[in-house]
């Protein structure tokens, strides 16, 4: 990813529920401020949702950390806690994808394919 330091890692969370869930669990950790707290953490590069056109049960959590250990630190904090309860409250299923970012960035020979 253009712009995220060399060894920086990327997580993909798909929230998938029934009924709206995964959409409410997104918008209550927006309202309540733990989305925001998450990005102010130490070595977090980028916490967002989005929701895919295919499948409005499932939300997309698009979550970047500096390195490893931005990651354990951000799993041992208080946010976690409020996190997992959110789940539970939204009965979540997750599907967890995780990507290194590519050091050299975007190839010349893609850009031309890249409106900016």
């Known amino acids: 990813m253009e ?6 890692i ?7 529920g029934t009924g709206g869930n995964a ?8 309202s309540s ?16 949702y989005f929701i895919p056109m295919a499948d409005r049960e499932t939300v997309l ?7 490893q250990e931005a990651i354990d630190r951000h799993h041992a904090s208080p946010m976690m806690a409020k996190i997992a309860e959110l789940r539970e409250k939204y009965d979540l299923h997750m ?8 050091e050299g ?12």
């Open 3 to 8: 712009g995220m330091p060399d060894m920086s």
């Open 10 to 16: 990327v997580v993909n969370i798909y929230y998938t």
């Open 23 to 30: 959409r409410k669990f997104a918008e209550e950790m927006e």
């Open 33 to 48: 401020g733990t989305a925001s707290k998450i990005r102010k953490e130490e070595g977090n590069l980028r916490y967002e």
């Open 61 to 67: 959590l698009i979550d970047c950390w500096k390195d």
């Open 95 to 102: 599907r967890v994808e995780r990507y290194a970012a590519d």
């Open 105 to 116: 960035g975007i190839p010349e020979a893609d850009r031309r394919f890249m409106k900016e």
